[in-house]
């Protein structure tokens, strides 16, 4: 009913930038919170950064300073801007978000993910 579609992934050097996308469409009432998780290989899935509007964001710690989070709320859509980034970064990048629906049910909605690689 309800799906999402990252874009934005690759290759990039160390100290490189990248920007993800991530488009919400379906049977959507209203979004709350939309946020990009990340999981490298043999690790858990961990939070990245959230938004629930331009005053409310989320970062990880250690992250903080490289990233930017923003939505076109018109669109359904989360962006998440990464600087400066290192081989650590390597990751699938997992969008996801709490979206409302007609019936008035939350979903948690996850997206198939986004492979970013940082290599030289």
């Known amino acids: 009913q309800v799906q999402l579609v990252e874009s934005g992934g690759g290759l990039v050097q160390p100290g490189g930038s990248l920007r993800l996308s991530c488009a919400a469409s379906g049977s959507i009432v209203a979004i709350g919170a939309m946020g990009w998780y990340r999981q490298a290989p043999g690790k858990e899935r961990e939070l990245v950064a959230n938004i629930i509007s331009d005053s409310r964001t989320n970062y990880a710690d250690s992250l903080k300073g490289r990233l930017t989070i923003s939505r076109d709320y018109a669109k359904n859509t989360v962006y998440l801007q990464m600087n400066s980034l290192k081989p650590e970064d390597t990751a699938v990048y997992y969008c996801?978000?709490?979206?409302?629906?007609?019936?008035?049910?939350?979903?948690?909605?996850w997206g198939q993910g986004t492979l970013v690689t940082v290599s030289s």
């Open positions: 996801n978000a709490h979206v409302i629906i007609q019936t008035g049910s939350d979903l948690e909605v």
